[in-house]
């Protein structure tokens, strides 16, 4: 009994022996299949952060208005007898644009004209008299005085022939006529519309924290939405009055409208561009990601295990100003550092990534025009090795001491990727770890 006791409790155990033996293999197994079988590097677009050249403006948004614009009127009632112009004609100054029923003014003028002849001759021949000693001298004071009489007579009728037409009293467009031939029109009918398109004033207000960065001369761009600004400008007129209920300022800028672009009364978008600025960290605001913990980019950098692979980095940044598809950078990345611009919604901290401009081709001409402006001091510049070397002897060391990393795994002080590619003595450039800029190139 106790030998077959004995005997059971050896095979139990050995088929637990076995049980946990194959249990641990098969944990051994499944751990070495998943450590060999690692996800593949997310191809992710790239940007490098440089100082750069910046342009700041002021955006607002507009009216346009002609420089030179009205809606015709006639002065006197009538019946209309000509038009002398077809919707969208271009009419030159004096030209007739309409006639009214003149008849009886035309009438008046023609006998005003022969008594003022008249007049004049017997002006004329008073004073042969006068010169002979036959008439006295108070006969040729009012021949002189029937004779402008009669003049300031005809000028009277000629004034109110004037209002029996009207004229165009400058150059431009007209618009639609409202009136037909044989319609009755009073005084303040509007004919039609006459607009110089020519040039436009843009009226527009900007807060009055931009109040003191306007000056008249300034330069403009103007254009009927945000990505096609092609019209040219200055600011004529800037009001000295803030409105108190708005805290509004308006600005006037004056434009050329060669083709014509914009049309009086049409809503427009405005820039006003500042002076010039130099050294500025920009970077796309496609690479920049807002969140509830603030706003934060990608960083690319080598990684820690493997240096030949890079890896993104959760860096948190203070934004500044925007222009066009960029934004300023005031805190949180340095020069040299490498940016994700797109993607950012696959990315965690330590994520491996493969650098790839071609999944967002248009991020690798961003800001690319006003490269050759780098500031002297802070320029980045490749070296023939291809390692990256700064103008003042900056490693770029230290770009993510106070960096927060709330996804977990921050990496250590001082691993900037533009370090890693200097190297820390300067020497053995052959050994630098891997330039993801350069990994997009080759």
Known sequence: MIKRLIIAVVVLGLVAVGIIGFEMFRSQAIKDFFAGNKPPATAVP??????????????AIGTAAAVQGVDLSVEDAGIVKEVGFKANDRVEEGQLLLRLDDGV?????????????????????????????VSSGVTLDEAQAQADSSFAQVAKLEAVLATKRLRAPFGGIIGIPAVDPGSYVSPGTVIATLQDVDQ????????EQQFALLAIGQDVRVGPEEGSLSLKGEITGIDPKINPATRLVSVRAKVENGDPTLVPGQFVQVEVHLPRETGVLTIPQTALVTSLYGDHVFVVRPGEDDPEVFEARQVFVTAGRRSGGMVEIVKGIEPGNIVITAGQNRLSNGTVVKPDNSVSPEVDDVGQAEDDEVEGETRIDETPDGTEQGGDGDTGAGADSGTQEPVGGGADEGDDLSEEDRGADGAGADDAEADPSEAVQE
């Open 200 to 207: 436009l004033h843009v009226d527009f207000k900007v807060p």
């Open 105 to 133: 003014q035309i009438a008046d003028l023609n006998a005003a004209r022969t008594q003022a002849r008249l007049d004049e001759q017997a002006l004329e021949r008073t004073r042969a008299l006068r010169e002979r000693g």
């Open 46 to 59: 790239i940007y490098d952060v440089r100082p750069r050249a910046w342009t700041p403006v002021v955006s």
